[in-house]
């Protein structure tokens, strides 16, 4: 079995017959072990009628789905984390908070969030100079790839949100090879190089927390001359899927089990079939039993040319329900209710998100008898119930129709 040189683990490569065997008898180890420390996967066996000794991937679609959106109220009946958690806390080296709010364990361990096999695959070796402009406070984004680029003895430059000016001076000067972040501050960073008539070094990107339109894939990598490769990863996990050089699909990390089902029933759809993410973590600290993302994909079939022998999503084809993703942060109705909630005197509101020239935009319309004031004191609240700025409308009572959805995408993505 060859081995290719883009490839992190050689578990990537290895027959799909192996595979199953081996995460069967992870998934039974981590069973055995997690029913002891663990109320709710203890729980969610017992649900389903099935033993941690005998468990096998055929008995996953029996266990119930643990959704995504019903997690913060799990974690606050049982906080912090709604009994998921199967070691003692001293095993956690860090807790981030997403939005939700949603606690997320990480626990020690090089690369413990699982992003080295995607920064791989994605070009990125040994030296590089990269910018990772994800967060570093409360949510977990900058950790996790901050962690896989350790493994891999990259020289992270811990740039974080924002500054612009500053992370194109750094960039400029230090010559960084790598990119992490958002595709739309790529493009952001990269045009203001430009504008500045300076020279970019950056040859290899890895976006995530956005979707990535091949048209601004395209038209970065032209007029950018760089390579742009994406990664799916979610808070309460990390790494989930991620993009080979053949582009071809987002093959699944070896470190889940990987389903797409029907959202309504959990059962697991026709492959080509659009449905539900659903993944199970194999983790001893927190293994978390068949976590319905919330995103919508569907499996693509047939084998991948770069020789790695997972299962592949075609892309994130939108989302289950009501939440949706705003500049990499994932927006509830409930934390825009919190937000108004604040404000007696808004009678209704909607908030649309679109996007322009790459770029999400927030809009709240809010339905009030006096508007003095009201739209910077509601922009407030919101971003502090979402960490989001919102372009909010004040707008006369009748506007907005009673039976209108409280959060509307209306994005396009090419």
């Avoid at 500049?327 to 322009?356: C, K, M, N, S, W």
């Amino acid at each position: 079995m060859r081995t290719p040189s883009d490839v992190y683990d050689p578990a990537e490569v290895q027959p799909a017959s192996q595979r199953a065997a081996t995460q069967e008898a992870i998934l039974r180890r981590v069973a055995e072990r997690a029913v002891a420390g663990s109320p709710a996967f203890r729980a969610a066996l017992a649900a389903a009628a099935v033993r941690p000794q005998t468990l096998t991937l055929a008995d996953l679609p029996r266990i119930p789905l643990l959704k995504k959106d019903t997690l913060p109220l799990q974690q606050a009946a049982v906080p912090p984390f709604g009994g998921w958690l199967a070691k003692p806390l001293a095993e956690v080296q860090r807790i981030f908070v997403s939005p939700g709010p949603i606690y997320d364990p990480e626990g020690f361990g090089e690369d413990y969030w699982g992003f080295a096999p995607a920064l791989v695959a994605a070009g990125f070796r040994r030296g590089d100079v990269v910018l990772n402009t994800f967060s570093y406070h409360f949510t977990p984004a900058g950790a996790m790839f901050d962690g896989a680029l350790q493994a891999l003895r990259c020289v992270v430059v811990p740039t974080g949100v924002g500054n612009i000016e500053t992370q194109v001076k750094a960039l400029v000067e230090l010559r960084a090879r790598g990119f992490i972040g958002t595709p739309s501050f790529l493009a952001a960073v990269l045009d203001r190089v430009r504008e500045q008539a300076a020279p970019s070094s950056v040859e290899v990107a890895c976006v995530s927390g956005e979707m990535l339109p091949e048209t601004l894939r395209r038209d970065v990598e032209g007029r950018h001359g760089l390579r742009i490769s994406q990664a799916y990863g979610i808070g309460d996990i990390g790494l989930v899927a991620y993009e080979c050089p053949q582009r071809s699909g987002l093959h699944l990390a070896e470190r889940v089990i990987g389903e797409v089902v029907d959202p309504a029933t959990g059962v697991p759809v026709v492959p080509g079939e659009i449905g539900e993410v659903v993944v199970t973590f194999l983790s001893e600290l927190y293994p978390l039993l068949r976590f319905a993302t919330g995103d919508l994909s569907r499996l693509v079939p047939g084998e991948c040319a770069c020789g790695r022998t997972s299962l592949r999503l075609e892309r994130i084809l939108g989302r289950v329900g009501d939440a949706v993703k705003v500049r990499g942060i994932f927006l509830h109705p409930h934390d825009l209710d919190r937000a108004i909630a604040r404000h007696p005197e808004v009678i209704r509101y909607q908030a649309v998100v679109t996007r322009a020239d790459h770029n999400d935009e927030l809009t709240v319309q809010v339905e009030a008898e006096s508007p003095a004031h009201l739209a910077e004191a509601v922009g407030q609240s919101i971003r502090e119930a979402t960490r989001l700025r919102a372009v909010v409308k004040v707008v006369s009572p009748g506007t907005l129709g009673s039976t209108e959805k409280r959060l509307v995408d209306r994005r396009k993505w090419e």
